[in-house]
């Protein structure tokens, strides 16, 4: 006899919004054109539970994922794709009004350094969270990197012409229906022309006085760059329908404290004043 505990009524009937799993690792193929990108993902999943239901059975969730995962002969499109399937195949053997799958990741793309033209490999943070109520699918995609700033205000008041330059850590995020989200090498791109200049992963001596000349010529407040993701990223994708967020954290070289800044617009100033709307209510 199986008895399935989890189905029994809890001792306090109340409605919890995410029970799940967390931090289960896997790896998961993708396939862009010719390119194959291959990610260590942390994932979590989430559903909510009504009040009639002690507990979710876990053993499903990892079910879930490990049959989507095993059932592909070759890679999935997108992760978008990959996570919506989990999503519904969870749904079939667990039925639920609200979900969510979360996957951390980190994404390597070559570059070339900007004289030498060596090849570098170079690492963004991501992370794609998936909403699901009642069957509708929506997504938000985020990725980070780190680049340079040089400050203007020291520049334009330095007799000499010199200034303080530190590293800035910069987030876009992407919010969209499956078909809208783009892919991560033009958000790794958008990242990068955001700075006064980009950090490399390998530099030679003309590459660096590159990117040095670069941040002098291009001095940006951490101000700066957050609008230079939120129009650069509103431009490139001015054909599709999302709402896009920006962040920058500046890891001050003069100060012991750090500065930020945040901002937000959207490629459908329709989509963007609902939205605003619905966040205020």
């Known amino acids: 006899m199986n008895l399935e505990t989890q189905d029994q009524p809890p001792n306090v009937l109340l409605s919890l919004d995410e029970v799940g799993i967390t931090d289960f690792r896997t790896q998961i193929s993708i396939s862009r054109g010719t390119k194959i990108y291959r990610y260590t993902t942390n994932i979590k999943v989430v559903i909510n539970l ?4 002690k507990g979710v059975h876990m053993s499903r969730f990892i079910e879930s994922i490990s049959e989507i995962l095993s059932s592909k002969t070759d890679s999935f499109f997108s992760l978008e794709e990959m996570s919506v399937q989990v999503l519904q195949e969870l749904f079939t053997r667990h039925p639920f009004e609200t979900g969510m799958i979360t996957l951390s990741f980190e994404f390597f793309t070559p570059r070339l350094t900007p004289v030498s033209k060596r090849k ?3 690492n963004y943070q991501g992370q794609l969270v998936t909403y699901w109520k009642n069957g509708s699918v929506a997504h938000e995609l985020s990725l980070g990197t780190s680049g340079s700033t040089a400050c203007p205000h020291a520049l334009a008041n330095n007799p000499q012409n010199r200034t ?7 987030e876009l995020t992407l ?3 499956t078909s809208e989200i783009p892919d991560m090498e033009i958000i790794s791109k958008i990242l990068d022309q955001s700075f006064s200049a980009p950090s ?3 530099l030679k001596q003309e590459d660096e006085q590159w990117v040095v000349n670069r941040m002098y010529e291009n001095p940006l407040f951490v101000e700066d760059v957050t609008r230079n993701l939120l129009i650069n990223a509103a431009q490139e994708f001015k054909e599709l329908e999302l709402n896009i967020e920006a962040s920058t954290t500046s890891l001050e070289s003069i100060h012991k404290h750090n500065i930020i800044s945040r901002g937000s617009t959207s490629t459908n100033p329709e989509a963007k004043a609902d939205f605003e709307t619905k966040r205020k209510e």
């Open 200 to 202: 490399f992963s390998l």
């Open 50 to 53: 009504p009040p009639s239901k």
């Open 120 to 122: 570098s490999l170079e």
């Open 164 to 170: 303080h330059i530190q590293r800035a850590y910069a």
């Open 175 to 177: 919010k969209g229906n």
